[in-house]
């Protein structure tokens, strides 16, 4: 091929690229302006025309550049169509989220406290036009005006409006306000507005009142403030200030009550049993209708027998050994971390669909008013502990609840509410987003409200920000690896040998 032909097609194939660069460019309306492509890509266009005129009359001529350029045609109208229809798209206001984790559109609970409304929510956004915190706070901020019309939002310069911003309590560019039937408004500072935190401001001004989850301490109980990685239950701490649930630590064995300020009592992991004065106060709270949540482990004797007193005129009871699963129903093989898949029938379980909970290290629960989470019928009971969790001759057979809830009605008129679960690991560190993708955060988050009497608001928290990974069980994943590394490959060396076969014959 003579050189002037290669430079020809060069520059004829640079010129289409920086043409429909600068097409691209002028629709995402992103980066240089797309004029200075404009002028180029026409230039090396004419160029390759001068270089080698015969060059478009040959394409045209052959049924090889024919075939191509209708090909090229064709993805021109395709690709044209749909930049029309996703900037028709883009002028409406509905939307369709597809990703996994529903990264692009409010959670269910979110859209539950909107319900809730009964007069207009103002929102106003200190935000000047060239922050760059802006766009995302106007992105989330539209998701709540689509998704209730009571939802008004305003955009303030904190600058030029100095006097109303400082009415109003604010004290740095970028917060946002929340004004609700003149009740104290809610500043949310830059940092602190996630969904999250906007839904648990607006179910703050709502309820109009704070709801206290006494957390009980002295006992060896899991601490909500503690950061470990493993054991710590911070993720836990944080999500209940966002559902507008505040911990607060309560020392059972020195209160002579329980305080009436608690909407609900907590009490998790303790590794010691219950002091005779802390058992007393919770008999005492329960009498009148109070709301508890009681989480132990297995292999904890004497602890489970205080718990266990505290439970018996109810019928309820920790079993209190180690409930191990089939291979089928673990994470990754490892027998001690029972993985759940289906729930029982409860507010507290409602919105949970084919979604993983893990039950690190658990004891079953019997007589629940409402069983929640269930090991499957190949799971046993590991009465006595030993170095090794495998079945064994003498292990009772399952399945076993996990988790349960009981109600009944109390003195005075109220309802007594109770949430047992079988593991004090149900919403540490280790099991929850983003550490694994698992529902161990809503299962825990939905039990407090539920508890608390918040039933119409209970549903899934805010999702995580960002993608989470896979959770699998060790069936799902054998399952993943035969079909990626063998059934796949096996089907791709048929097909190549199908179509060799058949040129072979044919040719």
């Known amino acids: 091929m003579k050189l002037d032909r290669v430079l020809a097609l060069i520059a004829g194939a640079a010129g289409i690229v920086v043409l429909l660069a600068a097409a691209v460019l002028a629709y995402v309306q992103v980066g240089p302006n797309p004029r200075y492509l404009l002028i180029p890509g026409v230039a090396l266009l004419i160029a390759g025309a001068i270089l080698d005129p015969q060059l478009l009359l040959g394409v045209a001529q052959s049924r090889r550049g024919r075939t191509g350029a209708s090909s ?45 409304l009964q007069a207009d929510l103002e929102v106003t956004d200190f935000a000047a036009a060239n922050d760059p915190n802006r766009p995302a706070a106007q992105s989330l901020l539209g998701l709540y005006q689509d998704a209730s019309p009571r939802v008004k939002v305003r955009y303030v310069d904190p600058n030029s409006d100095v006097a109303e911003a400082q009415s109003l309590g604010v004290t740095s ?11 104290k408004p809610v500043v949310l500072s830059p940092g602190s507005q996630t969904e999250q935190d906007v839904s648990g401001a607006i179910l703050k001004l709502e309820l109009n009142r704070q709801l206290t989850v006494c957390w009980a301490s002295g006992d060896g109980e899991r601490d909500p403030t503690s950061t470990d990685s493993t054991f710590g239950y911070s993720q836990a701490g944080q999500a209940m200030g966002g559902d507008d649930l505040v911990p607060r630590q309560l020392v059972l064995s020195e209160a002579a009550s329980i305080p009436t300020d608690c909407s609900v009592v907590a009490v998790v992991g303790p590794t010691q049993p219950l002091s005779s004065a802390g058992l007393s106060s919770l008999k005492a709270y ?4 109070g709301r508890l949540l009681l989480a132990t482990d297995p292999w904890r004797p004497d602890v489970n027998a205080s718990l266990n007193s505290l439970l018996q005129p109810i019928g309820l009871k920790f079993d209190g050994a180690l409930v191990a699963e089939d291979a089928a129903h673990t994470y990754f093989g ?8 289906s729930y029982g029938s409860s507010p507290i379980t409602k919105d949970l669909r084919n979604v993983a909970t893990f039950f690190p290290v658990t004891t079953s629960i019997s007589g629940p008013e409402t069983p929640l989470a269930s090991s499957s019928s190949g799971s046993y009971a590991v009465a006595e502990p030993r170095n090794d969790p495998a079945r ?17 009605a109390a003195t005075g008129g109220g309802k007594e509410r109770l949430v047992l679960v079988g593991t004090s690991g149900l919403a540490e560190n280790l099991v929850v987003p983003p550490a694994l993708a698992s529902a161990n955060l809503e299962v825990f988050l939905s039990s407090l409200d539920w508890l608390a009497g918040e039933d119409s608001l209970i549903s899934l928290p805010p999702k995580p920000q960002g993608s989470l990974p896979l959770a699998l069980t060790a069936a799902q994943a054998s399952l993943e690896v035969v079909l990626t590394l063998v059934v796949l490959p096996v089907l791709l060396a048929f097909g190549g040998f199908a179509v060799w076969l058949y040129r072979r014959r044919t040719g």
């Open 72 to 116: 090229l045609a064709l993805a021109i109208v395709v690709l044209g169509t749909l930049v029309v229809l996703n900037a028709l798209a883009g002028r409406g206001g509905q939307h369709v989220d597809l990703s996994a984790s529903q990264l692009h559109s409010l959670t269910p609970k979110s859209v539950a406290v909107l319900r809730q």
């Open 173 to 183: 560019a970028g917060s946002i306000v929340l004004q609700y039937q003149g009740r």
């Open 286 to 289: 329960l009498a009148v209708g």
């Open 334 to 341: 490892h027998q001690d971390i029972p993985v759940v898949l």
């Open 392 to 408: 064994q001759s003498g292990d009772k057979s399952g399945p076993f609840d996990l988790m349960g809830s009981y109600e009944q």
